[in-house]
């Protein structure tokens, strides 16, 4: 019995050496991404050397989430954070870095880097005020979807490793430029894809898709919200719907981690189809990574616009009944 027992105790403690020894022989650099394509751009960059944790996931709205008590322990221990900025995060990133109490990634620190620094912001506003919703007061943030845009997120990321991790300067660098080529070559691809969907009309339940568009030559036909941030009511879906007599959408873009209700029913009455795109890493099961994101997202617009009978000159028809009457539209949640 005792022998056993001591059999045991050699296996725990080896154990224990197997599953403490890794960790504490080359701690690594802790990374907190706030979405989730900052945090695979991390791991490009970063490789081994870097543990990542991303306070959102692709099904959740990264406007809005809550400063949980798990997230500010990742918080506190991080070495580097690595947000969007432009205020995307503002209704809950300064609360985590209040609460989380470490110096190292605040503002102004080498550990903290807004990836909105290294790019040019497109749709500034000329003077907000609260009637507009919950406009983005300092351009639109959602510029992770102009591929154009990653390159200098990842050289400002390289850079901030080095500097936080000396030691690690050789691979932080060598891993910039093999992702560079790669992402060069496959700028090429996606360009030469994306060329037959220039000039397609489309609407988007939030203004998520604003730079895919500049980039891809799309035309916007507006917003299903309203407002920014505000949930369209059936009214104003109506008028969508008769707008399309006149200046006609061939697709409705969403986000994966919106609701689908207002598209959907546009959608019906319009004829025309409802697109779900990763809009960042995990959106789909398809979007592994960074560069699948943009294969997927290309090969989801394609095979849409590719099914749509639609004329750039033809107003599309309204459907047998007409664009259907006001109330039809049941969010529960008018503005
Ligand atoms: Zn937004």
């Not at 221990?77 to 209040?98: F, H, K, M, S």
């Not at 189809?273 to 994101?293: M, Q, R, Y």
């Amino acid at each position: 019995m005792q022998h056993i027992q001591h059999k045991i105790q050699r296996v725990l403690a080896l154990l224990f050496c197997l599953c403490v020894l890794p960790v504490t022989a080359s701690a690594k650099v802790s990374v907190l991404a706030t979405v989730p394509e900052w945090g695979a751009l991390a791991q490009e960059i970063g490789g081994e050397r870097v543990d990542i944790f991303t306070a959102t996931s692709a099904r959740q709205d990264p406007h809005r989430i809550e400063a949980r008590p798990s997230l500010i322990a990742r918080a506190r221990n991080a070495d580097l954070l690595i947000a969007t900025g432009a205020e995307l995060e503002i209704g809950w990133l300064p609360v985590l870095l209040r609460e989380s109490g470490n110096t190292r990634i605040q503002p102004g620190q080498p550990g903290h880097l807004e990836a909105a620094g290294e790019v040019v912001l497109r749709d500034v506003p000329q003077a907000v005020d609260r009637s507009m919703g919950d406009v983005h007061a300092a351009g639109d943030p959602h510029f992770h979807l102009d591929p154009h845009n990653i390159l200098p997120v990842a050289a400002a990321l390289t850079e901030r490793l080095a500097r936080i991790d000396p030691a690690g300067v050789e691979t932080y660098r060598s891993n910039l430029a093999r992702f560079r080529t790669r992402w060069q070559e496959a700028l090429v691809r996606w360009e030469a894809a994306g060329a037959k969907l220039k000039g397609t009309p489309f609407l988007q339940v939030h203004r998520s898709f604003g730079y895919l568009a500049h980039w891809l030559g799309l035309v916007s036909r507006g917003e299903l919200e309203p407002k920014p941030g505000i949930e369209p009511g059936s009214a104003h879906l109506s008028r969508i719907v008769t707008a399309q007599q006149t200046s006609p959408a061939a697709l409705i873009l969403r986000a994966a981690y919106q609701d689908e209700t207002a598209g959907r029913w546009v959608a019906e009455r319009a004829q025309i189809p409802l697109v779900t795109l990763p809009f960042t890493v995990g959106g789909t099961p398809e979007a592994k990574d960074l560069f699948s994101l943009f294969d997927d997202t290309l090969a989801r617009l394609e095979k849409a616009a590719g099914n749509v009978e639609y004329s750039k000159n033809s107003p599309i028809p309204p459907r047998g009944g007409g664009a259907g009457g006001e109330g039809v539209f049941t969010s529960g949640r008018t503005p």
